[in-house]
């Protein structure tokens, strides 16, 4: 049987500093991908440990999925021999460190970097000026809210998901790799930094939004409801109660989806009354109404085993909405997830890297409980590890 070739950063340590969603995203995808990730948290456990949802045994899902496959060390860092500690698992190790924090400055770049001449080091702020933000606050710093939810709703939505928290802890992962390569080739560090509102607002930059709202100031972005924009997509309920999102982004996709519902004719008939092309994508957005009134009737009068028949045939751009309970059904079947033991959690399905490697990805580890691997990683003798328990740096080693 040929040996499974190791994962791409195999060998390589890196020391997080962390809490909540960015920067143990970013940790957590480093380990899916091979690295040995050394979670720091003070004794007892980071906040974060807590934090919803929890299993019915009262353990934390949200920490045990962002933290599976990482070791965890638990040492006071209000005190400088904890602090020392940690300085010496980064500069001794690969010398690389992600954190969230800039409160010990004996654990920022500039005291590390002169023990470790090429640190890379990696820290995540709220604001570019140094001030607090999480995502929430940042989502409403952003735009994107006011643009949300339903076309007769007044007032901000926020998402639901940490968006931007997803995306400073890629970008904090990718930045890393790039910094890791670049001292490969140098032999140089670096100091990384990225502020969650910038990560905000880069992307509604890139997209388009900021620009807009500069060059088309008499046309504010209005929320519109599940509508596209600038193409024609929405969601539509089916007779018996189900609910389906359909995107139509090209030509083919809107041939198709007039043909599946059989509104050819009358499709060319609002064409010509409107003296529009519909298969251009701009139009279909901008008669989205008359479109979406001719596809409502057509759904109203299907159900839904009728309508999944009708566009898996097609090249169509469509999905069925479901809860997380009836995504959750599936999970046996579908091959990201594996079964995990993790303690304190009854046994259940997890995600393994959803970037796959020569066609596969490593199945997922159980997250560590409170420290660990303290004494295993930090590798004291008895009486440096006596004095540093005395002295309430440490806790005493798990039975």
């Known amino acids: 049987m040929t040996e499974p070739h190791p994962l791409p950063l195999t060998g390589l340590r890196v020391v997080e500093l962390s809490g909540f969603v960015a920067t143990p995203l970013c940790g957590l995808t480093l380990a899916q991908l091979g690295a040995e990730v050394i979670r720091v948290e003070p004794l007892g456990g980071a906040p ?120 400073a802890g890629l970008y904090l992962a990718s930045g890393l790799l790039a910094a890791e390569r670049h001292r490969t080739r140098t032999g140089e560090g670096g100091r990384l930094r990225i502020a969650l509102e910038d990560a905000a607002m880069a992307t509604a930059g890139t997209l388009g939004h900021l620009a807009e709202a500069q060059l088309r100031p008499d046309t504010p972005r209005e929320p519109d409801g599940n509508h596209v924009y600038g193409s024609f997509g929405r969601d539509f309920t089916s007779a018996d109660g189900s609910r389906f999102m359909v995107v139509a982004l090209t030509r083919r996709h809107w041939s198709d989806l007039v043909e599946a519902t059989g509104l050819r004719a009358v499709v060319a008939a609002l064409e010509h009354a409107l003296d529009t092309d519909l298969s251009q994508e701009g139009e279909r957005h901008r008669h989205r109404e008359a479109l979406s009134g001719l596809l409502v009737s057509w759904f109203d009068r299907h159900t839904a085993e009728e309508v999944r028949t009708a566009l898996g045939t097609t090249r169509l751009v469509w999905s069925e909405y479901r809860t997380f309970a009836e995504v959750a059904v599936g999970l046996p079947e579908d091959p990201l997830f594996h079964r995990v033991a993790q303690p304190g959690v009854a046994a259940h399905y997890a995600p393994s890297c959803p970037l796959t490697v020569d066609g596969s990805a490593a199945a997922p580890w159980p997250a560590p409980r409170v420290g660990e691997h303290t004494h295993d990683v930090l590798g004291l003798d008895e009486d440096e590890t006596r004095r540093l328990v005395d002295l309430g740096v440490l806790r005493p080693v798990h039975p």
């Open 48 to 167: 974060d440990r807590n934090r919803w949802p929890l299993s019915p045994e009262g353990t934390s899902l949200y920490w045990t999925g962002l933290n599976r496959g990482k070791r965890a060390i638990e040492v006071d860092l209000t005190r400088p021999e904890g602090r020392r500690l940690v300085a010496d698992l980064i500069v001794d190790g690969d010398g690389i460190v992600v954190s969230n924090s800039e409160r010990h400055p004996d654990l920022g770049f500039e005291r590390l970097s002169v023990r470790r001449p090429d640190l890379i080091h990696l820290t995540l702020v709220g604001r570019r000026d140094g001030g607090t933000a999480v995502d929430y606050t940042v989502q409403a710093a952003s735009g994107f809210p006011m643009a949300s939810g339903p076309a007769d709703h007044r007032g901000p939505v926020n998402s639901s998901v940490p968006t931007w928290d997803i995306a």
